[in-house]
Antibody
């Protein structure tokens, strides 16, 4: 059974870069067949899908974050990562990594990232 | 981009009641729709995919229907452990947009 685990700072200062990594175990990112997603949830709000990457490096980002967001993959470490630049308080959220082929069948536990000085 | 609209945004019902939650896509998404359950402080859980296929291990009181633009999630007999927020999600193509959620609680 595949498992995903987010890691990264829980506190980021405004205007800085939010960086998170998702480590995948129990399955190989490079085996193909799945997309590797980032989803966030603002406090008390709904789920917001923000983007994904395929093991080949193909990505999709939602338009509202496209200028600030980069998702990358490191198949040698079986990890994929998120970088969000120029963060503001509006980027404070729980960030989930997840796997999908069609529907999402596996999620990380989520990590709260707070943007504050 | 295709928008996903759920209704109602919240509902309160009694144990044993039948509930229906609706999800509408702004364009045809065939049956590329999933439903998730998220309990407070927990990770979302896949309930239904392909609009009507029950994920393994999910109680049979949950069912899904629809295709094209209109979809429903039905709980045939509400149980206390079903208190949660339910989300639909389209996955026919990126972006994999979620509905805004429907919060279900017990009356």
């Amino acid at each position: 059974q595949v498992q995903l685990q987010e890691s990264g700072p829980g506190l980021v200062k405004p205007s800085q870069t939010l960086s998170l990594t998702c480590t995948v175990s129990g399955g190989s990112i490079s085996s193909g067949g799945y997309y590797w997603n980032w989803i966030r949830q603002h406090p008390g709000k709904g789920l917001e899908w923000i983007g994904y990457i395929y093991y080949t490096g193909n990505t999709y980002y939602i338009p509202s974050l496209r200028s600030r967001l980069t998702i990358s993959v490191d198949t040698s470490k079986n990890q994929f990562s998120l970088k969000l630049t120029s963060v503001t308080a509006a980027d404070t959220a729980v960030y989930f990594c997840a796997r999908n082929w069609g529907s999402i069948d596996s999620w990380g536990q989520g990590t709260l990232v707070t943007v504050s000085s | 981009d295709i928008q996903m609209t759920q209704s109602p945004s919240s509902l309160s019902a009694s144990v044993g009641d039948r509930l229906t939650i609706t999800c509408r896509a702004s364009q045809d998404i065939s049956n590329d729709l999933a439903w998730y359950q998220q309990k407070p402080g927990k990770v979302p859980k896949l309930l239904i995919y392909s609009a009507s296929t029950l994920q393994s291990g999910v109680p049979s009181r949950f069912s899904g229907s629809g295709s094209g633009t209109d979809f429903t999630l039905t709980i045939s007999s509400l149980q206390p452990e079903d208190v949660a927020t339910y989300y639909c999600q389209k996955y026919n193509s990126a972006p994999l947009t979620f509905g805004q959620g429907t919060k279900v609680d017990i009356k």
